[in-house]
């Protein structure tokens, strides 16, 4: 579904990506994750064609994203910061992006999150006057709303309470089920243990590993993703004094 081949970036005072390629699949729940100015933002702004690389290419369900940004009406996009105009009710919100996307017919909209946030309880609501929790319920149901075969979502759980962070879980878990592509970043591991069935570290732009939940737990021996990532990040630190 997203093919990533040798992208790098630099800014000024940092090389973010250096030749990362990845290949993310239909049916596979993957967790971006890496410590703070490790490329994960990068990517992403870069898969979203928010920033352009300095080289490599990308193609999503197979169109080179840099000839057209028509793909991106495949994927769903739930930001870390969600930035919506102040003034404008959650109701306008709605109306607009809908209005956006008017190819899509009413009777295809993925109500999900919707409902089980009960956001038209919310609908007459300025933007301006929205808790973060609200916030980001308000952004996950937009991100589902157009059913798109790619979800893309950025500390997805990070302001939700228990009840809409397992709404959220289970919204996910179905959605690669359906065969459906999700990339998730973190930094609450706990909340990815049962949510995500592939990992990509990234460290200092470079890929340090690419494997399933099942491979890191057959070679660390651990079952919880925090676990996991804190035996692999000793067996790299250990590797490296050794040479």
């Known amino acids: 579904m997203i093919t990533i081949n040798n992208i790098s970036k630099s800014y000024p005072k940092q090389k973010a990506l250096d030749s990362v390629s990845l290949e993310f ?109 609200m916030k980001q319920k308000v952004s996950a149901a937009l991100a589902f709303l157009f059913d798109p075969d790619i979800l893309i979502l950025d500390e997805p759980t990070a302001a939700l309470d228990p009840i809409s962070n397992e709404r959220l879980k289970e919204k996910i878990r179905t959605s690669y089920e359906k065969e459906k592509l999700v990339l998730i970043t973190s930094h609450i591991l706990s909340d990815l243990d049962e949510i995500v069935n592939h990992v990509v570290y990234l460290m200092e732009g470079k890929i340090a590993f690419h494997k399933s939940i099942e491979q890191l737990r057959l070679e660390t021996d651990e079952t919880r993703l925090n676990k996991i990532i804190v035996t692999l990040l000793q067996q790299m630190e250990h590797h490296v004094e050794n040479h």
């Open 25 to 133: 699949l239909s049916g596979q729940s993957i967790a971006l994750i890496g410590p703070n100015g490790s490329g994960k933002t990068t990517l992403i702004k870069i898969i979203l064609s928010l920033v352009k690389p300095d080289e490599g290419d990308i193609t999503v369900l197979g169109q080179d994203i840099s000839t057209s940004g028509v793909y991106r009406k495949d994927i769903g996009y739930m930001p870390q910061i969600t930035r919506f105009p102040e003034n404008m009710t959650v109701r306008q919100l709605f109306r607009l992006v809908k209005d956006l996307r008017a190819d899509i017919s009413s009777t295809s909209y993925d109500l999900d999150l919707y409902s089980a946030y009960n956001i038209e309880s919310m609908n007459a609501k300025p933007l301006y006057a929205l808790s973060g929790g």
